[in-house]
T-cell receptor, first 115, second 116 residues
Framework: DAGVTQSPTHLIKTRGQQVTLRCSPI?????VSWYQQVLGQGPQFIFQ???????GRGNFPDRFSARQFPNYSSELNVNALLLGDSALYLC??????????????FGEGSRLTVL | AQTVTQSQPEMSVQEAETVTLSCTYD???????LFWYKQPPSRQMILVIR??????QNATENRFSVNFQKAAKSFSLKISDSQLGDAAMYFC?????????????FGPGTSLSVIP
């Protein structure tokens, strides 16, 4: 079975541009979470979507938005890019959300560089 | 707010030896999970071991075991018989079991090198 897949794997943007990152969860998983990992730091929680609804949001500005589609895949959008948005963006899927959730399965991430 | 601290930015171990990675956390909750994740250069975050706070018994997974001290809010990872493939970044992480969503809080990580 395919794991969590993310695209693109690498991309370069300039300040002020907009970017869309995509994630396909493991088949049967209805929850998708997004994390930002700045170089040399641990990942930070951005969003979680479950059954196409936002379940949780981390401490990120409104420039960051996401959505989940009927097939449970997800997109993360970042507008008005700043140099500080350069990071590895990780997507994780799980079968349910909250409470006694099972394991989170991570993708390999999308490396965003903002020049 | 919950926090996770890893005080060892870098560690090294000889192949076949044992190493312990430290982690402390802060929370006012009583029901939560603790995890150790491994992130090799391939970037994919892999779950190594998990501990449920209500279980007193320390979790073990083959060569990996934890020392969970709930009162001290300490959660260390012991890797026995270290192998070259164990070289990676290791993140200690916390997740509440009392919320309707899965916000995992990661520590800053420990870079583990394995010396042949």
């Amino acid at each position: 079975d395919a794991g969590v897949t993310q695209s693109p794997t690498h991309l370069i943007k300039t300040r002020g541009q907009q970017v869309t990152l995509r994630c396909s969860p493991i088949s049967g998983h209805k929850s998708v979470s997004w994390y930002q990992q700045v170089l040399g730091q641990g990942p930070q929680f951005i969003f979680q979507y479950y059954e196409k609804e936002e379940r949780g949001r981390g401490n990120f500005p409104d420039r960051f938005s996401a959505r989940q589609f009927p097939n449970y895949s997800s997109e993360l959008n970042v507008n008005a890019l700043l140099l500080g948005d350069s990071a590895l963006y990780l997507c994780a899927s799980s079968s349910i959300a909250g409470g006694r959730t099972g394991e989170l399965f991570f993708g390999e991430g999308s490396r965003l560089t903002v020049l | 707010a919950q926090t996770v601290t890893q005080s060892q930015p870098e560690m090294s171990v000889q192949e076949a030896e044992t190493v312990t990675l430290s982690c402390t956390y802060d929370t006012s909750e009583s029901d939560y999970y603790l995890f150790w994740y491994k992130q090799p250069p391939s970037r994919q975050m892999i779950l190594v071991i998990r501990q449920e706070a209500y279980k007193q018994q320390n979790a073990t997974e083959n060569r990996f075991s934890v020392n969970f001290q709930k009162a001290a809010k300490s959660f260390s990872l012991k890797i026995s018989d270290s192998q070259l493939g164990d070289a990676a970044m290791y993140f200690c992480a916390y997740r509440s079991a009392q919320t309707s969503y899965d916000k995992v809080i990661f520590g800053p990580g420990t870079s583990l090198s394995v010396i042949p």
